[in-house]
């Protein structure tokens, strides 16, 4: 499985951004997929995750970030709405066919990664 993310940028704060992570070479259908975001020097961060529906969410984004899958199109999304300089880092996407419900926010539990994309937000 290969998962590739894209649709970072420079956005001033308040601006809004949607990532993508394009999954190739299995289908989406039955896998978990998450979002993280790391800072360098720091620990990377659960942003947001979902199995077949709704989405479980960070305190730090949440009613700021949307995440969706379209199972056709083999593509996960993150809306990024009200963006904030402390949402700066390079996001990563995250996919696994076994994660539990209630280990969504745990990057230890996807065995698949792909290469981040930065997010900077700054005016």
């Known amino acids: 499985v290969q998962l590739q993310a894209s649709g970072g940028g420079l956005v001033q704060p308040g601006g809004s951004l949607r990532l993508s992570c394009l999954v190739s070479g299995r289908s989406l259908r039955s896998y978990a997929v998450g979002w993280f975001r790391q800072v360098p020097g720091m620990e990377r961060e659960f942003v947001a995750a979902?199995?077949?529906?709704?989405?479980t969410y960070a305190d730090t984004v949440k009613g700021r970030f949307t995440i969706s899958r379209d199972n056709p199109k083999n593509t996960v999304y993150l809306q990024m709405n009200s963006l904030r300089p402390e949402d700066t880092a390079v996001y990563y996407c995250?996919?696994?066919?076994?994660?539990?419900?209630?280990?969504?926010?745990?990057?230890?539990?996807?065995?698949?990664w792909g290469l981040g994309t930065q997010v900077t937000v700054s005016s």
């Open positions: 979902m199995k077949q529906t709704g989405g």
């Open positions: 995250a996919a696994d066919p076994s994660v539990i419900t209630s280990n969504l926010a745990n990057q230890r539990a996807y065995a698949n």
